[in-house]
Antibody
Framework: QVTLKESGPVLVKPTETLTLTCTVS??????????VSWIRQPPGRALEWLAH???????AYSTSLKSRLTISKDTSKSQVVLTMTNMDPLDTATYYC????????????????WGLGTTVTVSS | DIQMTQSPSSVSASVGDRVTITCRAS??????LAWYQQKPGKAPNLLIY???SLQSGVPSRFSGSGSGTDFTLTISDLEPEDFATYFC?????????FGQGTRLEIK
């Protein structure tokens, strides 16, 4: 059974760097068909896709946030890490770590498993 | 980036009704579209993938259609548990993008 669990700070200050960790189980991050993304959702608003990591450690990023995001993984720890620099109150959101189903790099069906999400508030 | 536009942003309906939600992509995405249902305080749940394929465990009253740039999600014979927010997402190319959501409310 595939599961993902997010962890990280509940509160960060403006201009700080946010580091979120996703611990996965039920699959290996070295598996060539695996794919893990981060998605966020501000309160009462739409979902926003942030970043994706492939088995070869390459990442794909939101165009508007690319300069602020880094996604990486530690296969031995079964963890995916997202860092976001220069946090702003507008970055207040629930951040989800998700498993993307498909056969990368050929096709992707969508998110078949979601973490519970972690809520991050940006405030001084 | 591919922009996804959903309509309507909200819709009111009654139990037993049929509802259709539309999602339009700013460029062709073949059939690489997913639909999700989200209930308050919960993570979304995959309903439809590849535009028209029903995810395992999802009731057959949910159906999807379309290809290219225009897609629809149809919910037939609405049940009380269907009142939620629905999102589309294109999975044709990175960055994957979502529609702004459609809130389905009880009339």
């Amino acid at each position: 059974q595939v599961t993902l669990k997010e962890s990280g700070p509940v509160l960060v200050k403006p201009t700080e760097t946010l580091t979120l960790t996703c611990t996965v189980s039920g699959f290996s991050l070295s598996n060539t068909i695996m794919g893990v993304s981060w998605i966020r959702q501000p309160p009462g608003r739409a979902l926003e896709w942030l970043a994706h990591i492939f088995s070869n450690d390459e990442g794909a990023y939101s165009t508007s946030l690319k300069s602020r995001l880094t996604i990486s993984k530690d296969t031995s720890k079964s963890q995916v890490v997202l860092t976001m620099t220069n946090m702003d109150p507008l970055d207040t959101a629930t951040y989800y770590c998700v498993h993307v189903w498909g056969s990368p790099p050929y096709y992707y069906y969508g998110v078949d498993v979601w973490g519970l999400g972690t809520t991050v508030t940006v405030s001084s | 980036d591919i922009q996804m536009t959903q309509s309507p942003s909200s819709v009111s309906a009654s139990v037993g009704d049929r509802v259709t939600i539309t999602c339009r992509a700013s460029q062709a995405i073949r059939s690489w579209l997913a639909w999700y249902q989200q209930k308050p305080g919960k993570a979304p749940n995959l309903l439809i993938y590849a535009a028209s394929s029903l995810q395992s465990g999802v009731p057959s009253r949910f159906s999807g259609s379309g290809s290219g740039t225009d897609f629809t999600l149809t919910i037939s014979d609405l049940e009380p548990e269907d009142f939620a927010t629905y999102f589309c997402q294109q999975t044709n190319s990175f960055p994957f993008t979502f529609g702004q959501g459609t809130r389905l409310e009880i009339k």
